[in-house]
């Protein structure tokens, strides 16, 4: 007889409702979730690096505020994706131990240094463009607190985007010394930008398994695809060339044709051998150290207040 529970279990993905942290899950769903969100997180808290490095080095106090708030945000994106881990049952210090002893990934595109400022537009731009591309469909993912917490993190992102080409605006009326600098960050971001949504559908192992349990919405190709033909009108409005001399509208597709990303270099990123991976971890790594004071006095104090409570 079929087993009730995971009976249950798949008329739930198959209705399009959603799972939630009580309902029993197959092990593997659990298991996929917590890899996803983990590496989703832990990109969050390591992507506030590059651009975290030009906070100091604003050029106005306007744009420090909004670069401030940006990367504030990102932190607190990495909170809510960290709690709807624990709602699965994992513990965020450990997940935390295995980031910083590099045992989980976070994503490859964090691993690119952020040269000059026009490095925090073109971060805007593309990389919280590709977030978005990637992220609004996982509003509707299966597992409901996932999915919950997708539509803030999409909101946010989205003003993230805003500003980031806003300032690239602002860029390109400047000087011509501003402009190339424009053109000089676009050329470095975009093919890291492309390998943002992952390998090719062909070479990734768990695109069948998670389309299948509805935790994956669209393929890694099919939104690469999606963010391509978003920004491509974007990099003509703003007067920027996109480093690809494959690129062009195909009018039968109703969709641009462009470029193979250099998979091998995504490869080698994702392993560790990135231009500023080990940098990323061990900064990681120190401030999570220098935090043992607070998290100790947190709990201290938690501690002191529950024995009140009692007494
Ligand atoms: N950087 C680092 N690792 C990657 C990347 C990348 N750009 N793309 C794929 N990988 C990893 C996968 O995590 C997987 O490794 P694992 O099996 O050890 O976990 C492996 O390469 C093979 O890839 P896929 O089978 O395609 O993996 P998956 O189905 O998980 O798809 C994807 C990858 C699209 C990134 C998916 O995990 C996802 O949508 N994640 C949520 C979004 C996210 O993490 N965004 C972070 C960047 S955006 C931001 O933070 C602003």
Not at 185 to 203: E, K, N, Q
Request: with cysteine; net charge neutral; hydrophobic share 35%.
């Amino acid at each position: 007889p079929p087993d009730p529970l995971q009976q249950h279990f798949d008329d739930t993905i198959a209705r399009d409702h959603r799972v939630e942290p009580r309902d029993w899950m197959p092990e593997g769903y659990r298991r996929t979730l917590v890899r996803q969100i983990a590496q989703h997180a832990h990109s969050e808290i390591i992507g506030m690096q590059p651009e975290g490095d030009w906070i100091t080095r604003a050029p106005s106090l306007r744009r420090k505020a909004i670069l401030f708030a940006k990367v504030q945000d990102e932190a607190g994106h990495g909170l809510y994706l960290y709690s709807a881990a624990e709602t699965l049952g994992a513990d965020r210090a450990d997940l935390t131990r295995r980031l910083i002893e590099g045992r989980q990934k976070y994503s490859s595109i964090f691993n690119y240094p952020a040269d000059t400022f026009a490095d925090v537009g073109v971060i805007g731009w593309f990389v919280d463009g590709a977030a978005i591309c990637n992220q609004v469909p996982l509003c509707r993912s299966s597992y409901g607190p996932y999915a919950r917490a997708m539509v803030r993190v999409c909101k946010e992102e989205s003003f993230h985007q805003r500003q980031g080409y806003e300032l690239l605006l602002t860029m390109m009326r400047g000087t011509e010394g501003q402009r190339a600098m424009v053109q000089n960050a676009v050329d470095r971001w975009w093919w890291p930008s492309l390998m943002m949504f992952g390998p090719p559908d062909g070479d990734s192992p768990n695109s069948a398994q998670s389309t299948a349990w509805k935790i994956k919405r669209h393929s890694n190709d099919e939104l690469r695809q999606r963010f391509v033909d978003m920004t491509v009108p974007q990099a003509e409005r703003l007067g920027v060339t996109l480093p690809d001399p494959e690129l062009r509208w195909n009018e039968e597709r109703g969709s641009h044709d462009f470029g193979t990303p250099d998979w091998t270099e995504l490869q080698r990123v994702i392993s560790g051998d990135g231009p500023r991976n080990a940098e990323r971890v061990s900064r990681r790594r120190a401030a999570h150290e220098e935090g043992t004071w607070v998290r100790e006095a947190a709990a201290a104090h938690a501690a002191k207040q529950a024995e009140r409570r009692e007494e």
